[in-house]
């Protein structure tokens, strides 16, 4: 069973706007940061956006300067995530990946904690979103 499965992806023209979803399945992800991460051809995996987990339902967001007031992150319980994106740019073009990793530290982690992609623990099959010029 996948525990991290992505939907929403499609093709847009530039300007555009879609929402991704990612549905964690198989255990509660209530102890695990989310994040959206992003490969276009030929590049290596990026990060795009990230929450923390939630205290007393206060979450911690967190952007690549790429994508910073275009795209927003969202979490409406322990194991579903959005990411609005607006104002796309075909350099946007990518799969998107859904990632979970374990925060042992409540709070918002440093930046340079969402970009360790190694770090990750699950990782979803990836949605492909396509921004026409």
């Known amino acids: 069973q996948v525990p991290l499965v992505e939907s929403g992806g499609g093709l847009v023209q530039a300007g555009g706007s879609l929402r991704l979803s990612c549905a964690a399945s198989?255990?509660?992800?209530?102890?695990?940061?989310m994040a959206w991460f992003r490969q276009a051809p030929g590049k290596e995996r990026e990060f795009a956006a990230g929450?923390?987990?939630?205290?007393?339902?206060?979450?911690?967001a967190a952007y690549a300067d790429s994508v910073k007031g275009r795209f927003t992150i969202s979490r409406d319980n322990a194991n579903t995530v959005y990411l609005q994106m607006k104002s796309l740019k075909p350099e946007d073009t990518a799969v998107y990946y859904c990632?979970?990793?374990?925060?042992?530290?409540?709070?918002?982690?440093?930046?340079?904690?969402?970009?360790?992609?190694?770090?990750?623990?699950?990782w979803g099959q990836g949605t492909q979103v396509t921004v026409s010029s």
């Open positions: 990632a979970a990793r374990r925060q042992s530290v409540l709070g918002a982690p440093s930046p340079r904690w969402w970009y360790l992609v190694g770090e990750y623990d699950y």
């Open positions: 198989g255990r509660t992800f209530s102890d695990y940061a």
């Open positions: 929450i923390s987990r939630g205290v007393s339902n206060v979450y911690y």
